[in-house]
C-alpha cells in the first residue's frame, strides 16, 4: 500500500507544473458543477431528498450487523454466495480462488473503486489471470497504467490526443491508417476492442452503488450499460463491495438514487441502473450461471460509533471533488492513493492511518462547499477538523507547524496585543498590495503566492471595521 504523506508536496508542485493537467482540470468546474445546479433548481424536493437519504443510511449505519445478515439469507436464497473479508490480502485471495476455481483466464471488470482500494487488477495478472476494464475512462487509464483521478470520470486528466496516441499503441491489430480524431471513433473503436473481450470473458466483476438487504440484490449504475455486459456474459459474476453499501430496502435506494445522478452528472438519472439477485434461474434466458459477492470491511467497522462514522454514507458522487478548489487545482492523482479531493482527506486517513496520510485533512481551504453540495449530507470539513487535531495530539505535525500555532495561541490569549499586531498587519499587507490591491509575494507565506495572487487585505482588521460602525 502506497504512503501518501510523503509524496504528497512533490505531487503538488508536479501537478501545477503540467499545463496538460491544467487545462483539463479548468474545464471541471463549468460541466459538472453548472449541470448539477440545474439538476437542483429542476427539483424543488432536491434538499427535502437530501434529508431522506442521510436519513435512510444513519439508520442503516446504526443496525447494520442486522441488515447484513438479512441480507446474506437473501442472497443465499436466490442461489449466490457472499463472503466476508477483512482486509484487502484476504479480498484479493478470495476473488483469486474463485477465478482459479473457474479456471478464469480472461475477467471483464465494471467500474469498482474497491477494486483499485485492493489492487484486484495486479492480483489477478500475478495470477495469470487478464482483468480488462470496460469502462471507457477505466479502460483508458488502464492502457496508461494509471489509478483514476476522479471518482467518476476516472480520465478526465487525459485528453483526446493522448487517448488517440494510447490506441494506436495499444491496438496494434487495427489498420493504422484508421482516422480517430473524433471523440466518437475513439468511443467507437473502444466500444469494438470490448465486445471481444465480453465474449472471451469467464468472469466479470463488478462493484455495487447499493446492497439491498430485503431482496438481496446489488446494484450498479453506469451510463454505458458496461456493467449489465459484465455480470450477464461470463460463467459467473462477482460483486465486489464494501459494508457500507447496504440499503434496507428498494424504496429506500430509489430515494437515494435520486440525489446520486443529479449531484454527479447533473442526470435525472443514470442511464443504467441494473439489478442482479442471485445467478441464472432455470428458463432465464441469459446471465451468470455463479454468483458471489464479496463483501470487504477493511477498517471500515472501525469507523463506526467515530465522529468518522458520517463518512460511511458516501455515495461516491463526486460532487465534493467537483466543487473543491483544492482538488480544481492539483487533480486527483496527487492525493496519493485510491480517494481523491475532500471525501478521499477524511476516508483516506481513516483507511491507512493518518500518519501515511497526514497531509489530505490539511489540503483544504475550509471553504465549505463540499459540504454545502453533498447529496449525503456529510459534515467533510469538520471530520477534516477532527483529523488535524488527532494529528497534533499524536505529534505527527511538523514542527514548524506546532511552533507557528504555539505563537498563534500566546497572542490569540491575549486579545489586546493580538489586535495591535493583527492591525499592523493588515495595514502593511495592504501598503505592500499598493494601487494593484493585490500581493504576490507574502514574507513566510510563500505557499500561498506562489501559483496566485493574493488579494490585499482591507487595511483594517475585522473587529477594528467592527468598532468603526459602532457596534
Ligand atoms: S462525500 Fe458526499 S459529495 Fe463527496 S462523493 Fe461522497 S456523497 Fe458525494
Redesign the pocket.
Known sequence: MDTTSPRFPANVREAFSDQQLQRALSKVPHGFIKKRADARDRLPEFDQLRDQARDIKNHTLAHLDLYLEHYVDKVEAAGGRVHFCTSADEARATIIDLCKGLDASTVTKGKTMIGEEIDINEALEAAGITPVETDLGEYIIQLRHERPSH?IAPAVHVNKDQVEADFRRVHSHLPPDRVLEEASSLVNEARQVLREKYLAADVGITGANFLIAETGTSIIVTNEGNGDLTQTLPKAHIVLATIEKLVPTLEDVSTILRVLAR?ATGQEFSSYTTLSTGPRRSGDPDGPGEYHVVILDNGRSRMLDTPFQHML?????????NHCPVYQAIGGHAYGWVYP???GSVLTPSLIGIDKAGHLPNASTFCGR?EE????R?P?PSMMRHWRERQFERHLTPQTVRWGLGVWGFFARRPPLYRLLTGIGARALKTMAGKRGRLNSVPMAGGWTKHRDLPAPAGKTFMAQWKARGR
Open positions: 471518482i449531484s454514507r458516501c455515495i461516491r458522487c463526486g460532487a465534493c471533488l479531493g475532500p471525501m463540499c453540495v453533498c447529496p449525503m456529510i467533510l
